[in-house]
């Protein structure tokens, strides 16, 4: 099936020269700007909407490495890798390279049982008090710190290796992150701002930016069609609001379908190519919904009186190498 034709094919794969600059300096202005408002302002209420900000922004950065695993952020390889590690994927204790092996495995199988990408999406719907549950969990911190514990004890506690192949598998996991962040640290101590990293950089990494991560996923893959069969029902494209796209869908993440049609397009020419399918007759064949919370509602319609949501059992892992299920 020809989507597009040849000349909209390669209108919406090239690349706006110093478009990922662009990007990279916009998301770290974004923070930068932010942390300096809460910094002079001394107010809780201004301290508590930087920490939805950067948190946000947290995300943003993961979308940005996203982009660099498909070689969609810089056109040279080595820009690609670099900038995506150093300035995306290390801050927010991720990593690129694994990253991108794993997400390979996701379009490759997509919505099939050899999709790691799966376990975050295939137990919906659950019903809203579940789904508050969940959410509760990710705003309180619960869910970042033990996804953290569980990530630091799982790279240390193997009962068949020495402590220092331990040690040399937490450091390629995740060495050069926690380097970055006491980099983060030790720099904001100095200034006597300690308080800067921990309410605005350490805080927001795991409340707000799981709380993303989570409605993120939730959209992108839930309650649709399991196999190949139907490109068009493989992923959800979700028709977000300003104020959604700021602090949930950051950087046109939220054409998620298009992504997955055509993973080589870059993020900001996924909503030509989006009006390019429709200009050719498949609207009525895209999974589409009209915003974020819609989205949320459809999945958390369970009864009550229905079964049971599994209890005790919660996903084990990173944004980088995906999640395993733990009882």
């Known amino acids: 099936m020809n989507l597009l034709t040849k000349e909209q094919m ?5 690349r706006k020269k110093f478009m990922g600059f662009f990007l990279l300096i916009h998301c770290w202005l974004c923070i ?3 942390v300096y408002v809460a910094a002079v302002a001394s107010s809780t209420l201004i301290t508590v909407i930087v920490m939805v900000i950067v948190g946000s922004r947290q995300q943003a950065l993961l979308v940005l490495m996203h982009e660099a695993s498909h070689g969609n952020l810089f056109k040279n390889k080595f820009l690609n890798r670099f900038c995506s590690q150093v300035f995306c994927a290390y801050p927010v204790l991720s990593h690129m390279p694994m990253y991108k092996k794993y997400h390979t495995k996701h379009h490759t199988w997509v919505q ?7 376990l975050l999406s295939k137990n919906y719907p659950v019903s809203r ?3 508050f549950r969940k959410l509760a ?3 309180s911190g619960i869910t970042g710190i033990n996804q953290l514990r569980d990530r630091v004890v799982g790279l240390l506690n193997s009962s068949d290796a ?5 040690l040399k598998c937490l450091w390629r996991d995740m060495g050069w992150g926690l380097s970055i962040n006491l980099g983060f640290c030790l720099t904001f101590l100095f200034f006597d701002l300690i308080w800067i990293y921990f309410c605005l950089w350490l805080v927001p990494l795991l409340t707000w930016h799981q709380v993303v991560l989570r409605v993120r996923n939730i959209a992108e893959h839930a309650l649709l069609m399991e196999g190949p069969e139907n490109i068009f029902s493989q992923a959800r494209t979700t028709i977000a609001s300003s104020i959604e796209k700021f602090f949930i869908a950051p950087y046109w993440v939220n054409y998620h379908l298009e992504h997955h049609l055509f993973p080589a397009v870059p993020c900001y020419n996924l909503p030509q190519l989006r009006m390019f399918l429709i200009e050719n007759g498949f609207q009525k064949h895209m999974t589409t919904e009209k915003s974020y919370l819609a989205v949320l509602k459809k999945v958390s319609g369970k009864s009550e009186d229905g079964p049971t949501d599994k209890q005790n059992r919660r996903l084990v892992g990173s944004f980088s190498k995906g999640y395993t299920v733990k009882d």
């Open 10 to 14: 390669l209108e919406v794969i090239k």
């Open 32 to 34: 930068g700007v932010s």
């Open 112 to 118: 099939t049982e050899r999709d790691p990408d799966l």
């Open 129 to 131: 008090k579940s789904m």
């Open 137 to 139: 969990r990710d705003i």
């Open 162 to 166: 020495s402590i220092l192949h331990r």
